[in-house]
């Protein structure tokens, strides 16, 4: 049963139309369940929900390179899907997974995520990059950061005999993904490839000012106690500054402050190098299904993507 603060909270999202179950390609059932969990972030309940409708290995039509060594950590490991069929060179879309900057990894045995994202990638004109990266509190910042510098001069060096297009990468990370992705793109001096190596940057729910509000321990973890420092560490003065394109998404039913982050961020970049961000909020979605649902037949932010590799904006 639905308690009566989460009933009176669903009739509401109900009643401004956006979250309707009957809009949009969610199924209706699928749509209140996630409404019932509400705005949280809840990976086991929410793979639960997705995982029946994803591929299981073996996949077809793609190759698989498993764990790759980009760099010395043990953490330093990527994974490489490619087309069977062969083309021209192909886009790369690297992804960076979430994990509140303490967990997380790139794939999970018998888990479908998140190579869902590869294989939608791969279906789609694109040689998929699926990494994972240093943790905190061992590697604070900007240990993050560095590894994303450390993956796209891999992929500039090493794609090319994969099938992939080092001059069109486009970095991909969701939460605390995002923040690594924000976090390379908005401090220039971590690049390793010149002019950061990247045809555009997607950052799905993620963090830009660290001082809008106050941290909790996972980001205290990784970006410290001192928040006199706190600004510095921040990517919103550098995404506003810097030409790289970017696209930046949030959930309709992510936690408030992921939602304040998005709109903060959405009219900064107004102000930029490169004029407004590409920016939608992803209707129905929570936290976790905005990525779980992916290579389904729910196509709302796969879309947006596609639009923006093939526009810029």
């Known amino acids: ?21 009957q809009q949009g390609p969610m199924p209706e059932d699928l749509a209140w369940k996630l409404l019932e969990l509400g705005r949280v972030i809840d990976p086991p309940k929410t793979a639960a929900l997705y995982a029946p409708m994803q591929e299981k290995e073996p996949y077809a039509g793609v190759k698989v390179e498993r764990d790759v060594k980009y760099g010395p950590a043990e953490r330093h490991l990527l994974d490489v899907f490619v087309p069977d069929t062969s083309a021209a060179a192909r886009p790369v879309l690297i992804f ?40 905190a509190p061992a590697s604070p910042w900007p240990a993050g950061a560095e590894d994303l510098a450390s993956v796209v001069k891999w992929v500039s060096e090493k794609i090319a005999e994969r099938g992939g297009d080092p001059a069109r990468i486009y970095l991909m ?51 410290g106690s001192d928040p006199s420092r706190h600004a510095e560490r921040s990517s919103l003065k550098g995404l506003v500054e810097s030409k790289t394109p970017l696209m930046i998404t949030a959930a309709e039913l992510d936690p408030p402050r992921f939602i304040e982050q998005y709109e903060m961020m959405k009219q900064a970049t107004c102000k930029g190098a490169n004029g407004c961000a590409k920016s939608f909020m992803l209707p129905q979605h929570s936290h976790m299904s905005e990525v779980y649902a992916i290579n389904t037949a729910d196509t709302r932010l796969t879309d947006q993507i596609l639009e923006f590799v093939k526009t810029g904006k």
């Open 1 to 21: 049963m639905v308690g009566l603060k989460n009933w009176l909270a669903i009739t509401a999202i109900l009643l401004t139309g956006t979250a309707s179950a």
């Open 96 to 135: 960076v997974h979430g994990g509140a900057f303490v967990g997380g990894n790139k794939r999970n045995p018998g888990s479908p995520f998140y190579d869902n994202i590869m294989l939608w990638a791969a279906k789609n004109g694109f040689v998929g990059v699926n990494t994972t990266y240093r943790l």
């Open 173 to 223: 990370g969701q939460s605390a993904g995002a923040v690594h992705v924000a976090g390379y793109v908005s401090h220039p001096e971590l690049h390793k490839v010149k002019g950061g190596g990247l045809a555009g940057a997607i950052m799905v729910s993620g963090i830009y000012d660290l001082t809008g509000s106050p941290l909790g321990d996972p980001e205290i973890a990784y970006f």
